[in-house]
C-alpha cells in the first residue's frame, strides 16, 4: 500500500522538517515570533494549495471543501495581531497530476498528526492564542486521516504510481524544509 512506503520513505525528510520547526518554536517569545513561525506555513501551504486545486477534485476527494486549509492559518496570524504580509519566498514542488498532488497533500494533511504536540509546546512558551490550524480537526483526526489514506492508496496502485506520490512528497517535504532556510 502506497501509505506504509510512503510513511518509511519520507520518514527522515520530515525528521529534517520537524528538526526545523522545533528550533523555531523554541526561540518564540512573543506573538509576533509565534505569528512569524506561522507565515512560514502560510506562505507554503497557500502555494501548494493552489498547485494541487486542478487535481483534487469533489470526484477524488469528496470531503475536500470541509478539510483544514491555509485559511486556518491566515485567521491564527491575524489573531495575533498579525497580517499575511512580508512573507518568505517559496519553491513549490513540481506537481502536473493527480499522484504528485496526492503526494503533497499526504504532507499537508499529515502535518495535523504533529499538531496537539505543537500546540502543547506553545503552551509552555505561553501561546495560547491562534491555535486553529494545529489543533486540526480535534476528534475527528483520525477519521479524516483514514479517508484521506483510503482515497490516496485507492488511486497509487502500482509501484510505479506509489514511486511518483512518494517522490513529489518528499519533495514536498524538502522544498519546505528550505522556507525556514538551509540550516
Ligand atoms: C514540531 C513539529 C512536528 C512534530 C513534533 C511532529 C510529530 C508527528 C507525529 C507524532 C506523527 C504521528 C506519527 C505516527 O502516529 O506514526 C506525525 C506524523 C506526520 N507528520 Fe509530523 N510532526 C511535526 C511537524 C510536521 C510538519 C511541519 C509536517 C509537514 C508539513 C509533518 C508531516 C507529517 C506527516 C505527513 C505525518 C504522517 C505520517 C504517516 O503516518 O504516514 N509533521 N508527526
Given at each position: 500500500?502506497l501509505?506504509t512506503k510512503i510513511?518509511?520513505?519520507?520518514?527522515?525528510?520530515h525528521?529534517g522538517?520537524?528538526k526545523k520547526?522545533v528550533?523555531?518554536?523554541?526561540?518564540?517569545?512573543?506573538?509576533?515570533?509565534y505569528a512569524d513561525?506561522l507565515?512560514?506555513f502560510?506562505?507554503y501551504?497557500?502555494?501548494v494549495?493552489k498547485?494541487?486545486?486542478?487535481?483534487?477534485t469533489t470526484?477524488?476527494?469528496?470531503d475536500h471543501?470541509?478539510?483544514?486549509?491555509?485559511?486556518?492559518?491566515?485567521?491564527?496570524?491575524?489573531e495575533?495581531?498579525?497580517?499575511?504580509d512580508?512573507l518568505?519566498a517559496v519553491?513549490?514542488?513540481?506537481?502536473?497530476?493527480?499522484?504528485?498532488?496526492?503526494?503533497?497533500m499526504?504532507?499537508m494533511?499529515?502535518?495535523?498528526?504533529?499538531?496537539?504536540?505543537?500546540v502543547?509546546?506553545?503552551g509552555?512558551?505561553?501561546?495560547n492564542?491562534?491555535?486553529?490550524f494545529?489543533s486540526?480537526?480535534?476528534?475527528?483526526?483520525g477519521?479524516?486521516?483514514?479517508k484521506?489514506v483510503?482515497v490516496m492508496?485507492?488511486?497509487?496502485?502500482s509501484?510505479?504510481?506509489?514511486?511518483?506520490?512518494?517522490l513529489?512528497?518528499?519533495?514536498?517535504?524538502e522544498?519546505?524544509?528550505?522556507?525556514?532556510?538551509?540550516?
Open positions: 500500500m501509505s510513511k518509511e520513505a519520507t520518514k527522515s525528510a525528521q522538517l520537524e520547526v528550533l523555531k518554536m523554541k526561540a518564540i517569545r512573543s506573538n509576533a515570533d513561525l507565515k512560514h502560510y506562505a501551504f497557500n502555494a494549495e498547485a494541487i486545486k486542478p487535481y483534487i470526484d477524488l476527494l469528496p471543501a470541509e478539510r483544514r486549509n491555509s485559511e486556518y492559518l491566515k485567521k491564527d496570524i491575524e495575533l495581531g498579525s497580517q499575511v512580508d518568505p519553491t513549490l514542488p513540481e506537481i502536473n497530476n493527480t499522484l504528485q498532488a496526492l503526494g503533497a499526504y504532507v494533511e499529515g502535518s495535523i498528526m504533529g499538531g496537539p504536540i505543537i502543547q509546546m506553545l509552555k512558551y505561553g501561546v492564542t491562534g491555535v486553529s494545529f486540526g480537526y480535534g476528534e475527528a483526526t477519521m479524516m486521516w483514514g484521506f483510503g492508496n485507492a488511486e497509487a496502485k509501484e510505479e504510481e506509489k514511486d511518483i506520490a512518494v513529489a512528497a518528499n519533495e514536498t517535504f522544498r519546505f524544509s528550505k522556507v525556514f532556510g538551509t540550516a
